[in-house]
Nanobody, 125 residues
Framework: QVQLVESGGGSAQDGGTLRLSCTASGYTSSSRCMGWFRQAPGKEREGVAA??????????SYADSVKGRFTISQDRAKNTVYLQMNSLKPEDTAMYYCAAGSRCGSVLASDYSIWGQGTQVTVSS
């Protein structure tokens, strides 16, 4: 059974940092395109970052709202994808989801078919 499990969410102050992790089981995450999404109450799910990593290359993409502040990375040996979030802002408050899909580099939710259960991030001013 394919499963994605997120962890690392919590509370942070404005300007603070958090690191989210997403561990895949049931398949190798490096064989799929991985992404991070978020959804705030009353808002649509938003793509945050995406990664495609092989033994020879890594490609990443980011939403404009997080460029320069968030970094997506992947540890293929651990089957884990990370989202390092720096300079957090109150508007980053949302439920964050990890997802796997077939269109590498996309930050569109419709391109992803496997989703984790989400981890809450709350940033206070």
């Amino acid at each position: 059974q394919v499963q994605l499990v997120e962890s690392g969410g919590g509370s942070a102050q404005d300007g603070g940092t958090l690191r989210l992790s997403c561990t895949a089981s049931g398949y190798t995450s490096s064989s799929r395109c991985m992404g991070w999404f978020r959804q705030a109450p009353g808002k649509e799910r938003e793509g945050v970052a995406a990664i495609y990593s092989t033994a020879y290359t890594t490609r990443t993409s980011y939403a404009d709202s997080v460029k320069g502040r968030f970094t997506i990375s992947q540890d293929r040996a651990k089957n884990t994808v990370y989202l390092q979030m720096n300079s957090l802002k109150p508007e980053d408050t949302a439920m964050y989801y990890c997802a796997a899909g077939s269109r590498c580099g996309s930050v569109l939710a419709s391109d992803y078919s496997i989703w984790g259960q989400g981890t809450q991030v709350t940033v206070s001013s």
